[in-house]
């Protein structure tokens, strides 16, 4: 199994960027998947995380209302539409793969995660 984040850069507050994580190696379409994410010096958090249907997400509180997630089970990725950016949001942002049926904000709930992308937001 295989999962490539991409889209990471340096941007300045109030941009935005878009993730994608390409996976291959799982059959994609019937895993929940998730973003998490790992700002210097702090634990690994919950980002997002997308249905195997896509008719559920869950965000953060944190990014509520500014982070979208959406998969395209055709192409094998899950993508996570950044707007509104924070300094805050200054992370390396990972992708996972779901080991239950359900959304969980808990790592424990995810097996293959990708290398991570890194995401610079300046004030």
């Known amino acids: 199994v295989q999962l490539q984040a991409s889209g990471g850069g340096l941007v300045q507050a109030g941009g935005s960027l878009r993730l994608s994580c390409a996976t291959s190696?799982?059959?994609?379409?019937?895993?929940?998947m998730g973003w998490f994410r790992q700002a210097p010096g702090k634990e690994r958090e919950f980002v997002a995380a997308?249905?195997?249907?896509?008719?559920?997400?869950n965000f953060a509180d944190s990014v509520k209302g500014r982070f979208t997630i959406s998969r395209d089970d055709a192409k094998n990725t899950v993508y996570l539409q950044m707007n509104s950016l924070k300094p805050e949001d200054t992370a390396v942002y990972y992708c996972?793969?779901?080991?239950?049926?359900?959304?969980?904000?808990?790592?424990?709930?995810?097996?293959?995660w990708g290398q991570g992308t890194q995401v610079t937001v300046s004030s």
């Open positions: 190696g799982l059959f994609f379409s019937s895993h929940v």
């Open positions: 997308i249905t195997r249907s896509g008719g559920n997400t």
């Open positions: 996972a793969v779901g080991t239950t049926p359900i959304v969980t904000t808990l790592h424990s709930g995810y097996t293959y």
